[in-house]
Nanobody, 122 residues
Framework: QVQLVESGGGLVQAGGSLRLSCAAS????????AGWFRQAPGKEREFVAA????????NYADSVKGRFTISRDNAKNTVYLQMNSLKPEDTAVYFC???????????????WGQGTQVTVSS
């Protein structure tokens, strides 16, 4: 099993920045990719960004390209999501995800974090 714990959410004004962190523990050697999803009230959970644990290949949803950056620190078993130029429509609960197999949009998530709230005020 792998446990994922997110941190770094909060309230920020439009145009501001936040950095989310996701710390993994347990059988982390089984993970080949990690990423972030988000779910706004009344909407389905959607893919945000993903990165491979080896090589650092990354992919982003079109809605966040150029504003968000995903990165990882393998020594700390941690994945980050740097969010810049935030917009009110970025308001959502952000979930960390990990998968044993890489796909560009993390279609096969094996582990989920509990989520962290990001609220962007206008």
């Amino acid at each position: 099993q792998v446990q994922l714990v997110e941190s770094g959410g909060g309230l920020v004004q439009a145009g501001g920045s936040l950095r989310l962190s996701c710390a993994a523990s347990g059988r982390t050697f089984s993970i080949s990719a990690a990423g972030w999803f988000r779910q706004a009230p009344g909407k389905e959970r959607e893919f945000v960004a993903a990165i491979t644990t080896v090589g650092g290949i990354s992919n982003y949803a079109d809605s966040v390209k150029g504003r968000f950056t995903i990165s990882r620190d393998n020594a700390k078993n941690t994945v980050y999501l740097q969010m810049n130029s935030l917009k009110p429509e970025d308001t959502a609960v952000y979930f960390c995800a990990a998968a044993r197999l890489w796909t560009t949009r993390l279609h096969n998530v094996d582990y989920w974090g509990q989520g962290t709230q990001v609220t962007v005020s206008s």
